[in-house]
T-cell receptor, first 112, second 114 residues
């Protein structure tokens, strides 16, 4: 099935520093979703990107979808300890919009 | 109360035992999913169901079976558990009418096979 490669696998930052995680696909994606999983918790939906070049913001989080719809990024400005967790991208497989294929995730840790 | 409830939350079992993980939801969603999470491997789809009469294999269905007893209930069985099935298991639901296929996850079941 279609795969999304997510990098980096781990990122440790000092509180206040910025953070970015990237998802890349070899094929054009119909859309991409982002989820956050807090330590010991379950994945929670953050956002979906559909349009080429789309940029969406949620407070300190900025989500981008590439012009070719083959890559996406999540950027956090001025990280806080509450940002700790694993961030996953996920794409709808096979164009059916029925199921998601998740990237392996980026674990973010923040040093206060 | 949680909209997607998984039971048990934790389970330790022995190799060769049959075990069932249960999932129930009050969201009224037709679609339900079972995922497995292993460190460094992300979430991998085991089985999914679009309605009571529909069951589909996912990426890693070998060694697992499922039953959709009702719209609200979707259970995952390990017929003969083996140690490499030790993992965190998540049930999820989605509503196609939302148009986004957002997945709503349960709290997870941590399974250890000794």
């Amino acid at each position: 099935g279609q795969q999304v490669m997510q990098i980096p696998q781990y990122q440790h930052v000092q509180e206040g520093e910025d953070f970015t995680t990237y998802c890349n696909s070899s094929t054009t994606l119909s859309n991409i979703q982002w989820y956050k999983q807090r330590p010991g918790g379950h994945p929670v939906f953050l956002i979906q990107l559909v349009k080429s070049g789309e940029v969406k913001k949620q407070k300190r989080l900025t989500f981008q979808f590439g012009e070719a719809k083959k890559n996406s990024s999540l950027h956090i400005t001025a990280t806080q300890t509450t940002d700790v967790g694993t961030y996953f991208c996920a794409e709808n497989s096979g164009g059916s919009n029925y199921k998601l294929t998740f990237g392996k995730g980026t674990l973010l840790t923040v040093n206060p | 109360d949680a909209d997607v409830t998984q039971t048990p939350r934790n389970r330790i079992t022995k190799t060769g035992k049959r075990i069932m993980l249960e999932c129930s939801q009050t969201k009224g969603h037709d679609r339900m999913y079972w995922y497995r999470q292993d460190p460094g491997l992300g979430l991998r789809l085991i089985y999914y169901s679009f309605d009571v009469k529909d069951i589909n294999k996912g990426e890693i269905s070998d060694g697992y079976s499922v039953s959709r007893q009702a719209q609200a209930k979707f259970s995952l069985s390990l017929e003969s558990a083996i140690p490499n099935q030790t993992a965190l298991y998540f049930c999820a639901t989605s509503d196609p009418k939302q148009g986004k296929n957002i997945q709503y996850f349960g709290a997870g079941t941590r399974l250890s096979v000794l």
